[in-house]
């Protein structure tokens, strides 16, 4: 059985750090990832970005741009789910940031907290399929456009 499912989020860079979440719950448990998700009803996708970044980091999004959209292909125990990705690069007030307590006590989100984590720390054994895509985007693999099949995904 294969699932479609079709996510926005937001990259957020800082002194070579990207802006992680660590999800709570779903087949990216435990892993970090990048803020965001899904579309509610009638909501465009800068709408569903600015609304998500904000529920999973506490941030507000001053400005966003640089759209662009990836898929991969996560094979689980007795489905896979083909994840469409849309990114937009973000700019946040980080003053705020500061304030904001590293755990998101909003139980209707997915992350456990933000994290500032270092591109090098980042890999298939800590990260979600986002942050593996953003990685191959930023080290201009010609392939980064093409699916990626992640066969047997580990849930952490």
């Not at 600015?50 to 689980?76: H, P, S």
């Not at 946040?92 to 307590?101: R, W």
């Not at 456990?112 to 298939?124: A, H, N, T, V």
């Amino acid at each position: 059985m294969i699932i479609n499912y079709i996510g926005v989020y937001g990259i957020c860079i800082k002194d070579n750090k990207l802006l992680c979440i660590k999800k709570v719950r779903g087949p990216y448990k435990n892993r970090f990832d990048l803020p965001g998700g899904s579309q509610k009803e009638s909501e465009g996708l800068t709408e569903t970005l600015v609304r998500e970044f904000q529920e999973e980091t506490g941030c507000q999004i001053k400005g966003y741009g640089n759209c662009r959209a990836y898929d991969v292909f996560v094979e689980e125990s007795n489905r896979t789910v083909h994840h469409i990705m849309v990114f937009y690069n973000v700019d946040i007030n980080l003053e705020q940031q500061d304030t904001i307590s590293e755990k998101l006590e909003d139980e209707l989100n997915d992350s456990s907290g933000i994290y500032w984590i270092d591109f090098e720390e980042l890999d298939i054994n800590n990260s979600s399929p986002l942050i593996l895509k953003f990685k191959q985007e930023l080290s201009n693999d010609k392939g980064a456009l093409e699916k990626v099949v992640y066969k047997n995904w580990e849930i952490l």
